[in-house]
């Protein structure tokens, strides 16, 4: 984050993306974009809803305020249908944050970025 021009100050660093989904039951799949681990924390008053982890073979029941880390890049995923309300908080770095770092998108050294 340190990175970005004006220096901001981000309540998700050491990650750059924050996601809310609000009820929603997702289909499987991979996030093909992510960066290392995306991080989730479930909110809500809910039953069911767990989270599927493919490859590991894992149904993660989480409750309201757990946090749950994964490689999403590499983990086929999705939730469990729910009863109640459910949310979930997903913090990530997508790949293509690498290439502003290393080269800010082809702008490395202009003016307006320093």
């Not at 989904?21 to 974009?33: C, I, P, R």
């Not at 993660?60 to 086929?76: H, I, K, P, Q």
């Amino acid at each position: 984050m340190e990175i970005l021009p004006g220096k901001p100050d981000s309540p998700v660093s050491p990650f750059v993306s924050l996601v809310l989904n609000a009820n929603v039951s997702t289909l499987a799949h991979l996030d093909g974009k992510d960066f290392v681990l995306c991080l989730v924390l479930a909110i809500g008053e809910f039953s069911g809803g767990g989270l599927v982890l493919g490859e590991q073979g894992l149904v993660v029941e989480a409750r309201n305020g757990d946090f749950l880390a994964f490689c999403s890049e590499r983990t086929t995923h999705f939730n469990l249908k729910y009863k109640g309300e459910r949310a979930s908080m997903v913090l990530h770095t997508d790949k293509e944050f690498v290439k502003w770092r290393d080269c800010r998108n082809g702008w490395a050294g202009h003016c307006s970025l320093r």
